[in-house]
């Protein structure tokens, strides 16, 4: 792999700029890996990733049916934080975050990662109570957050209705500076090339149809470019998990439900930070080409057809329009769909399963862009060592049975 | 957006009901005498289904009633309406 730097831009401004190596390779299946990641998502290129960098395992094939960030990498806000409230998922996000912080340079890829600060809105007293919980729950564990009142708000983003009459009126927020947004494809395509140029073989359109095994262990895939070997199989495929979890009868406490997102026509900078509202379900934050990414929550029926109702999108927009009246005739470029895997409690499963040399990293439902640094971290940890890292260990799927659930659906109190 | 044939009501558009998940899961008779592994199945492993799924929904902003439906998780399309009680259509997965 050639770097990325001044130098490689000024050699290749001489040929045109037509003569940049490609950013990974398109090899054809081995017969056998030691590690097949099947998701060529965000959190498996990265679990990829570290598996070479910090295990030295480079025997590694990352299975995509599609292509590389065609799944819910490419379709995300792109929305980074790490406020949550309980320990456990504190310590995970942060993880990443601290990971974000270098992930441009570790990668030698510009992932566009801005630190331009995320604002949780309160618009009721409880709001305000939840709110100054879980900052003083993130100061005790390290991580950085703020309250402000109205005017601080009102000073911030001057363009957010603060008004004392509004229907849902502003009392406040709060803000962790060190969030933001990256650029989603970017870290896909820089994961990627890192992996590959570790030795990662990246495969797409390579559908997997059934998983072997025999005496309790896993032998390797069905795909649909032929079978493949391996002992170990890490599976993070998102909305699909139930359905390859069926085929080696595992049954998990999820479900898929759509997600959908939406971009404006690009306008002159207008919002320098992120600002989301739970209470009426929202959020936004505007793009380095300027266009106004809009999401909320999910539709509430399951599906798996990478796209939902229209009234989701009607009372998304209804909340941004309360919360900004200045983009009310702002026109809209896009919508599109995403499938999430939504658990319970709101939090990931990441571990090993009953079944040898098997392993889950799903259930990151709405909020997985975030964590994909920390999640392939922690994930490429639990394959490479046959156990889960301190980090990840509360996460397993035994807490649905232990009743030990990390609750952040309300907790974090926001959407994701 | 959905058009659902409510049993009582007729077809009216999705915004009137609410979705209650996957159907035909009935509450163990003796909680008691579960353990907690399949008591966990119960509140929180679900099919989930690609494809033909069974789930309930009721009709929140008009008759109040609940329902069961079979819908395709793919193409959304709705293939059986049925009341609570009845038997659900005999190709479902």
Redesign the interface.
């Known amino acids: 792999m050639s770097r990325y730097s001044l130098a490689s831009l000024v050699r290749n401004a001489f040929s045109y700029h037509e003569n940049w190596q490609a950013a990974w390779r398109n090899p054809e299946p081995k017969q056998e890996y030691d590690v097949i990641i099947i998701g060529g998502g965000g959190h498996g290129l990265a679990t990829a990733y570290y598996l070479a960098k910090e295990h030295g395992i480079t025997n590694v094939a990352v299975l995509e049916k599609g292509w590389i960030g065609g799944g819910n990498t490419g379709r995300n806000t792109t929305i980074v934080r790490s406020n949550y409230l309980w320990d456990e998922s504190t310590h995970l996000y942060e993880k990443s975050m601290k990971l974000w912080e270098g992930l441009s340079q570790d990668l030698n890829y510009n992932v566009m990662f801005s630190q331009r600060g995320v604002l949780n809105l309160g618009h009721s007293l409880q709001d305000m109570r939840d709110i100054a919980r879980r900052v003083n729950a993130n100061r005790l564990n390290g991580v950085d957050g703020e309250m402000l009142d109205a005017a601080q708000v009102k000073a911030m983003v001057p363009i957010l209705n603060t008004s004392p009459n509004a229907r849902y009126p502003i009392l406040g927020a709060s803000l962790q500076r060190r969030g933001g947004v990256a650029r989603h494809d970017a870290v896909a395509w820089g994961y990627a090339r890192g992996a590959d140029a570790r030795g990662v073989d990246i495969l797409q359109k390579c559908e997997v149809t059934g998983i072997r095994r025999e005496s309790g262990q896993v032998v390797g895939v069905d795909t649909s470019r032929g079978f493949i070997k391996a002992k170990k199989i890490g599976v993070v495929a998102a909305g699909h998990s139930s359905v390859l979890a069926s085929m080696v009868n595992l049954r998990l406490p999820i479900e898929s439900h759509p997600l959908q997102a939406l971009v404006s026509e690009p306008i002159k900078p207008v919002l320098h930070t992120v600002v989301m509202s739970g209470a009426v379900h929202g959020y936004i934050s505007q793009s380095d080409k300027g266009d106004l990414v809009i999401g909320a929550g999910i539709d509430h029926y399951t599906g798996y057809g990478q796209r939902g109702s229209f009234s989701v999108i009607e009372s998304t927009l209804a909340a941004i329009v309360e919360l900004f009246p200045i983009f009310s005739r702002v026109r809209m470029n896009r919508q599109w769909g995403g499938i999430v895997d939504v658990c319970p409690d709101a939090c990931p499963i990441i571990g090993t399963t009953p079944l040898k040399g098997l392993y889950f990293n799903c259930g990151w439902g709405t909020g997985g862009f975030k964590a994909t640094p920390g999640s392939g971290w922690v994930f490429a940890h639990t394959i490479a060592q046959d156990r889960p890292h301190e980090l990840n260990a509360a996460f397993s799927i035994d807490r649905f049975f232990t009743g030990r659930l990390i609750d952040e659906h309300g907790a974090a109190a926001v959407a994701h | 957006?959905?058009l659902i044939a409510c049993p009582w009501c007729g077809p009216r558009e999705?915004?009137e009901f609410?979705?209650g998940?996957e159907a035909h899961i009935a509450r163990p008779a003796d909680p008691d005498a579960l353990s907690?592994?399949q008591?966990?199945?119960y509140?929180?492993?679900?099919?989930?289904?690609?494809g033909a799924?069974l789930?309930q929904w009721c009709h929140a902003h008009g008759c109040r009633r609940w329902f069961n439906v079979r819908?395709d998780?793919?193409?959304?399309a709705i293939t059986h309406v049925y009341k609570v009680g009845e038997a659900p259509p005999k190709d479902s997965a």
């Open positions: 957006m959905l999705e915004t609410s979705c998940g907690d592994e008591w966990g199945y509140l929180f492993i679900r099919k989930n289904p690609r799924h789930e819908r998780t793919v193409t959304y």
